[in-house]
């Protein structure tokens, strides 16, 4: 199993990004995918969540009406496209389907 998260980068306050989790070694259409980020000196916070056929998404309230959370079943990715970006939303995101299985993460710094 492996998640493999790319797309951060620094990005001045109200810039775009678009991350993208490229998912692999289970089946990836039965699962709802989750971005989490976690800032420092913070614990790790879920940002958004998408079912299995992408027909419902749901996000925190910090992030609500600025960030969309889609997927791709042929490509096994899901996606985070982030606008209107905060400094508070510098972290480092990840891709969640299950307790405990990680990726890398992927470094957001929103900075000027």
């Known amino acids: 199993v492996q998640l493999v998260e790319s797309g951060g980068g620094l990005v001045q306050p109200g810039g775009s990004l678009r991350l993208s989790c490229q998912a692999s070694?289970?089946?990836?259409?039965?699962?709802?995918m989750r971005w989490y980020r976690q800032a420092p000196g913070k614990e790790r916070e879920l940002v958004a969540s998408?079912?299995?056929?992408?027909?419902?998404?749901h996000y925190a309230d910090a992030v609500k009406g600025r960030f969309t959370i889609s997927r791709d079943n042929a490509k096994n990715t899901v996606y985070l496209q982030m606008n209107s970006l905060k400094p508070e939303d510098t972290a480092v995101y990840y891709c969640?389907?299950?307790?405990?299985?990680w990726g890398q993460g992927t470094q957001v710094t929103v900075s000027s």
């Open positions: 969640n389907f299950v307790a405990g299985i």
């Open positions: 070694g289970f089946t990836f259409s039965t699962y709802a």
């Open positions: 998408i079912t299995r056929a992408g027909g419902s998404t």
